[in-house]
C-alpha cells in the first residue's frame, strides 16, 4: 500500500497561485494544515478549510514579526482560534529580529496560554531563540501540545527539546546541502515525534531551491528523512502522517 503525506505547515493564503491549483497538483498529500501569520492570514485559512474540508485544516495565531500588533490582534486571534485546529503560527525569532525582544516574548507566552486553556497543539517558530524557547516552555509545561516548526536544532538542542515531549516538524532545510547538523539532529528524534512540511511558499528542497515551494514537495522533506532514518519511504509517510492525525486530532 502506498501511503500518502501530510503538510503539517503550508501558507496556501500567502502564496498569490491559487489554492486549488497547488492542490490539485499534490496528487500524493492527502491534507495539509495551512498557518496564520496574523487575524487577517488566520481567518483567511480559515475560509481556506471551509473550501477543502477534506484537504485543509487552519491555524491561528500571530508570528513573531508581527508581535508588537498583539495588543490589537489578540481578541480576533483568540476567537478565531476557538474555530482552528491549533494555535499559531507564534514563537521567537531573534535572527530577523522585526519585533522587540520582550514583544516577541509576550505575545509568545500569551498564545501558549491560550493553547493550554483550548488545549490545542500550538505551532512554534524558532530561529536563533533555542534556550528562550527552551526556557518558556519548561516553565509552560505543555508536552505535546508544543510542535516545533521547521526543526533546524542539532543534537543538543533537539535532545533538549525531546526531553519536554515535544513534536519535530521537518521541512526544506534538512534536505539541504548545508543541513547535516539539521539531520544529525532528526537522527536522535524517533520517527513517531516527528512531522514534515514544506512551509510553502517558502524553503523549497533540492532540486527546486530558487522556486516557491508547493505541498506537492513534501514527499522530498520524506525521502531526506527516510535516509536520516534508514527507513523505506513509504514507511516515513505512514508514521508521519499518523503522527499528523494525532497532533491535529484529524
Known sequence: MEWSWVDTHCHLQLDSRPAAELLNRATDVAWVVVPGVDAASSRAALELATSFPDRILATAGLHPHEAKR???EEDAITELAKKAAAIGETGLDFYRNLAPPDAQKKAFIAQLD???QLQKPVVIHCRDAFAQIHTILERQ???TLAVLHCWTGGTRWTKRFLDLGCWFSFAGPVAFETGETIRLGAALVPPKRALVETDTPFLSP??????PNEPGRVRLIGEALAGVWSLPVNEVARITSANAATVFKR
Do not use: E, K, Y
Open 114 to 116: 491560550l493553547a493550554a
Open 206 to 211: 533540492p532540486p527546486f531551491r530558487q522556486q
Open 141 to 143: 509545561d505543555l508536552g
Open 70 to 72: 498583539w495588543p490589537d
